[in-house]
């Protein structure tokens, strides 16, 4: 049976006796990492914006974007 371990930060262990298991295995943590990183992605495209826009309506408050910050050109 295919353990579920949803930690990004430690990968599968690699079984020799048992490559079956652990081509499971990987192919998990390849597909949890993947809708990891596509949430990330989803978020800084949806998020950010959105949040940016409803700072900018409160008087006084400057977003990183309007002042060139790090952000700048992504």
Do not use: C
Not at 11 to 22: A, L
Not at 39 to 51: D, E, W, Y
Request: no cysteine.
């Amino acid at each position: 049976m295919v353990k579920f371990d949803g930690d990004l930060t430690n990968p599968p262990s690699i079984n020799t006796s048992s490559i079956g298991t652990t081509a499971k295995d990987w192919a998990g943590f390849a597909i949890v990492a993947g809708m990891a990183f596509a949430v990330l992605g989803i978020a800084r495209s949806t998020v950010q914006p959105t949040l940016e826009s409803a700072l900018s309506m409160i008087p006084g408050v400057q977003t990183e974007g309007e002042a060139g910050g790090p952000w700048e050109g992504w």
